[in-house]
C-alpha cells in the first residue's frame, strides 16, 4: 500500500515517540490500529506497552494458560508489523487482576516509559474502558496517575473511546448474511456495551484509508476472533464506514498545550456533556463534511 503524504500541520511528528499503553494483545489493534499506522506512515516511532500477555484471554473462559500467553504475545507480534508499531514494551502482569494487582509496580513502569522515551503524547483507554473491562479500567487508572505524577512535564494524554452504537451495525450486517450469535455474544458482550456512556470525543482521526490494515491487525489475534467473527465478514467498504474514524477525549487538566493528535490535519469536536453522543453513524458524515477530522493528504 502506498504510503499517504503527512499533512504539513502532522510533519512535527515525524521521527518523534508515540506511547500505546494497553492491557492485552489486541486492545491496539481493535481500540485505535487505523491512528497507530497513521502515526507510524508519518514516521512516529509508535511504541506500545501492553501490560498483560492476555493468559486468561481463553474461549473456555478466564482459565490462567500460560500457552494462550505465549501465543497471544506472537499474534501481538504479527498486528504490531502490520500497523508500524515498532517496539512492544511487553509486562507480565497478571491478565484479569489490573486494577487491583501490582498497581505501583505498573505505575512506575509507565512513569519510566514515559521518562525513557518522551513521546509527543500518550494514548490510552478512557474511563469507560471501551466496555468496562475492568483490566482497561485499570490501565487507564495507572496510566493517568503515572503522567499526573509527571506535572507540567507529562505529554498529552488522550483516552480512546467509542461512540455509542459503533458495534451495532457490525453486529447487524453479519447476522444477516447469517451469522449467529454465540449465547454470550462476541467477546462475550451484546454490541450496545461499547460505547455505552463513554466520554463524548474531543479528537477524531479519519483512518480510512488504514482501515484494511487495521482489520488485518485485528484478525492476526486469531485466538480472540474465533471462527465466523462479525470483522470477518466485512466487506472493504463496510470497514470504512464503521471502523474509518477513530475517537479520543483529550485528558481533563491535561497540562500540554501540543495538540499532536489535534494537529493531524485535524481537529478538534468538542462537544459539551449535555449533547447527544454521537453514533458512527452520525459522527462520520458530519466530521468528514465541516472538515474536522485528520485527514490525510491522499487516500491512494
Ligand atoms: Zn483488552
Not at 18 to 26: G, I, R, S, T
Not at 202 to 219: E, G, H, L, S, Y
Not at 259 to 281: H, I, N
Not at 288 to 299: E, L, N
Request: aromatic share 6%; with cysteine; glycine share 8%.
Amino acid at each position: 500500500m502506498p504510503v499517504p503524504h503527512a499533512s504539513d500541520s502532522a510533519t512535527s511528528l515525524a521521527g518523534r515517540p508515540v506511547l500505546a499503553v494497553f492491557a492485552h494483545p489486541d486492545d491496539e489493534s481493535l481500540a485505535c490500529g487505523g491512528t497507530l499506522a497513521r502515526l507510524s506512515d508519518l514516521g512516529a516511532r509508535v511504541i506500545l506497552l501492553c501490560a498483560t500477555r492476555g493468559e486468561r484471554g481463553g474461549a473456555t473462559g478466564p482459565i490462567k494458560d500460560e500457552g494462550l500467553g505465549v501465543v497471544r504475545v506472537g499474534e501481538l507480534t504479527e498486528a504490531a508489523a502490520l500497523l508500524g508499531i515498532r517496539d512492544i514494551i511487553l509486562m507480565d502482569h497478571p491478565d484479569g487482576e489490573l486494577r487491583w494487582e501490582d498497581v505501583p509496580l505498573l505505575h512506575a513502569e509507565i512513569v519510566a516509559a514515559v521518562r525513557r522515551y518522551a513521546p509527543a503524547c500518550v494514548i490510552t483507554f478512557g474511563a469507560d474502558g471501551l466496555y468496562w473491562h475492568v483490566d482497561h479500567i485499570g490501565v487507564h487508572e495507572r496510566t493517568t496517575t503515572a503522567l499526573r505524577s509527571l506535572g507540567q512535564a507529562a505529554p498529552p494524554l488522550y483516552y480512546v473511546t467509542m461512540p455509542r452504537g459503533m458495534m451495532r451495525p457490525i453486529w447487524e450486517a453479519a447476522i444477516a448474511r447469517g451469522w449467529a450469535a454465540p449465547p454470550k455474544g462476541f467477546w462475550s458482550l451484546v454490541p450496545d456495551a461499547f460505547g455505552l456512556n463513554a466520554e463524548p470525543p474531543t479528537v477524531v482521526v479519519d483512518v480510512a484509508p488504514w482501515v484494511a490494515r487495521k482489520v488485518a491487525a485485528i484478525r492476526c489475534h486469531r485466538t480472540q476472533m474465533g471462527t465466523g467473527h462479525p470483522f470477518d465478514q466485512l466487506s472493504p467498504a463496510e470497514a470504512e464506514r464503521w471502523l474509518g474514524i477513530e475517537h479520543f477525549h483529550r485528558a481533563p487538566n491535561d497540562p500540554s498545550p501540543l495538540q499532536p493528535l489535534e494537529d493531524l490535519g485535524a481537529a478538534s469536536v468538542r462537544p459539551t456533556r449535555d449533547q447527544a453522543l454521537p453514533t458512527t453513524e452520525d459522527a462520520v458524515p458530519l466530521a468528514r463534511a465541516s472538515g474536522v477530522v485528520a485527514t490525510p493528504g491522499t487516500r491512494d
